[in-house]
C-alpha cells in the first residue's frame, strides 16, 4: 500500500521520535555477528531521515544509544563507537544536500574522542541547513537528564535566582536538553517490545504511541509513512472529551 498518499500533510506531527530497536535479532536471524545487524540498521536511518524530509517533517530524534548500552559487551561497544565515527564522517555530504540540521541529546562527554569530533564537526558543518532538524541521542538517558534540570533549578533557587513558585513545566522545560525542540507528537518503537527504555520520559508526555513488530534493519520510509498514517487516524484529546474538541 501507497501509505505516503494516504498522509494529510496538513495534520502532520513536527516531532517524531524513534526508539531503534532489533539489530541484534536481526542479525541474529541471518546468522551474523551483532555488528552486522548495526550496519544494517544504518541502511534504515538513511532510509527514514529520507521519508522525513520527503514529507517535510521539522524533527526526527533518534535513540542511537543509551547510558544502558554501555553495558554491552566491550567488542560490540567498540564497534558500534567506530560504525558511528564511519558513517557520520559519510553522510555530512548528504545532509547538507537534503538540507537536513545535525543537532544531539545526551552525554557526549562519555563518547571516545573521535565520537566527539566527527559529530562537532558535522554539527557545525549542517547548522545553517533549515530543513528536518535530525537529533540523535547519545548516551543519553531522560531520568539523568531530569536529575540534571532539578539540580540546576535547585541551584537558582539556593542562589535566589529563581523563586519556588516560579518552578512549573515551562520552566522545567527549559532545563531540558530538548528545551528548543517541541515535544514528539508520535513515538515510535520497533522490534514488538512494549515500553519506553528511559527514552524521552517527560517529553512524551502525551505522545502518541506507536509499536511494530519489525526489526530495525527491515524499518522503512514506507513503514516511517504508516505509522504516520496510523498516527493521524487518531484523536488526540489531551484530558478533554470529544465533543469538547468538536466544539473548539
Known amino acids: 500500500m501507497n501509505y505516503k498518499s494516504l498522509i494529510n500533510t496538513s495534520k502532520l506531527p513536527s516531532h517524531i521520535a524513534i526508539i531503534m530497536d532489533g539489530n541484534g535479532r536481526w542479525a541474529k536471524e541471518h546468522n551474523k555477528p551483532r555488528i552486522f545487524g548495526h550496519k544494517n540498521g544504518v541502511l534504515s536511518v538513511r532510509s527514514v531521515v529520507e521519508g522525513a524530509g520527503e514529507i517535510g517533517l521539522k524533527y526526527l530524534t533518534l535513540y542511537a544509544f543509551s547510558t544502558e548500552n554501555w553495558n554491552r559487551p566491550k567488542v560490540e561497544i567498540t ?50 541547513n533549515t530543513g528536518l532538524n535530525l537529533v540523535l541521542a547519545l548516551s543519553y538517558s531522560s531520568k539523568a ?91 488526540r484529546r489531551f484530558g478533554m472529551t470529544s465533543e469538547q474538541l468538536s466544539i473548539s
Request: glycine share 2%.
Open 79 to 128: 564497534a558500534l563507537m567506530q560504525l558511528l565515527v564511519v558513517t557520520i564522517s559519510k553522510e555530512v555530504t548528504t545532509l547538507n544536500k537534503n538540507n537536513v540540521r545535525l543537532l544531539t541529546i545526551g552525554d557526549l562527554k562519555s563518547l571516545p574522542s573521535n565520537c566527539k569530533k566527527e559529530l562537532e564537526k558535522a554539527k557545525t558543518k549542517t547548522k545553517n
Open 145 to 235: 537528564e531530569i536529575v540534571n534540570a532539578v539540580k540546576a533549578i535547585a541551584k537558582g533557587v539556593s542562589e535566589e535566582k529563581i523563586a519556588l513558585d516560579e518552578i512549573d513545566d515551562n520552566l522545567i522545560n527549559e532545563h531540558l536538553e530538548t528545551a528548543l525542540i517541541q515535544d514528539p507528537e508520535l513515538l515510535i518503537r520497533t522490534s514488538g517490545e512494549h515500553r519506553i527504555s528511559n527514552f524521552l520520559l517527560w517529553q512524551i508526555a502525551y505522545s502518541e504511541l506507536y509499536f511494530t513488530d519489525k526489526l530495525w534493519p527491515d524499518f522503512t520510509k514506507d513503514d516511517l509513512f504508516e505509522a504516520i498514517v496510523n498516527y493521524q487516524k487518531r484523536e
